[in-house]
């Protein structure tokens, strides 16, 4: 667990790295965004998920009224909720929902907060247990947040809005799992952009099919892609390995 996570979670007050010292507070707000752009591609390795989290922490307490920031910090911590497992993924994503709940109220009709919103729903979710957060009406709570989402920007993170939507389908329990439903929003996804994730999840939803060639297909086209040339690289390594992973058990 980072020492940034057990700061925050005890109630310390956040602060600006050493870096932003010494810049005015508009300064310090403008330097963390920036940072933050470069970071989030570069958040699967070394400390850029945690110093992005601590200036935007930081930036948040200067202005929190900042659109911007309080999205870039509810995707960094979806970002550790779902590399988290346990209690841990719970807390992490109820931080992203909560940052994400907050951009919605600053612009609702921006695309990032409904997005955001939907996605650590889903991982708050699955931290809790999938069957339950049904029982409590998350599975509701997450459809009105990515049907938004949909409605503003279908396209918004390769196809994201689609994407969480067509995987919601698949992860549904029995009776309520609509493969069908999954297979024709994740198709759309991928026809925004073949990544790494739209292939991957279309892929495991055929395969939850039992349609193990179409599948196969997806999973080999997902394992050949170059992270360095994709939008999303730390994403493309991550569903890249999950598609090796699958392919292996076909």
Not at 74 to 86: K, L, P, V
Not at 118 to 133: D, L, P, R, V
Request: hydrophobic residues 40%.
């Amino acid at each position: 667990m980072s020492v940034f996570f057990l700061l925050f979670s005890l109630g310390g007050s956040p602060e600006f790295p050493p870096a932003l010292v010494g810049q005015s507070p508009e300064e310090q707000v403008v330097m963390a965004l920036k940072g933050a752009r470069k970071q989030w591609l570069n958040r699967d390795w070394g400390s850029h998920t945690d110093d992005a989290i601590a200036a935007l922490e930081g930036a948040k307490a200067t202005d929190p009224s900042n659109y911007k920031v309080r999205f870039n910090l509810a995707r960094f911590y979806y970002w550790q909720a779902i590399q988290s497992t346990g209690d841990a993924k719970g807390e992490w994503a109820k931080k992203a929902w909560d940052e994400a709940e907050e951009a919605k109220s600053l612009r609702p009709g921006a695309v990032e907060g409904w997005y955001w919103s939907a996605a650590a729903i889903g991982e708050y979710s699955k931290a809790m247990g999938i069957g339950t957060a049904v029982k409590d009406g998350l599975a509701d709570k997450f459809k009105s947040n990515a049907q938004k989402a949909i409605d503003i920007n279908h396209s918004h993170d390769e196809g994201g809005p689609l994407r969480a939507l067509g995987r919601f389908h698949s992860q549904l329990p029995w009776p309520l799992q609509d493969l069908d439903a999954s297979r024709g929003l994740l198709e759309k996804a991928n026809g925004v952009s073949r990544s790494a994730v739209n292939l991957y999840f279309l892929g495991d939803t055929e395969r939850m099919d039992d349609n193990t060639t179409t599948a196969k297909a997806l999973f080999e086209e997902c394992a050949a892609l170059d992270p360095a040339q994709s939008k999303d690289p730390p994403a493309t390594r991550r569903n890249k390995k999950l598609c090796e992973t699958a392919l292996k058990g076909l």
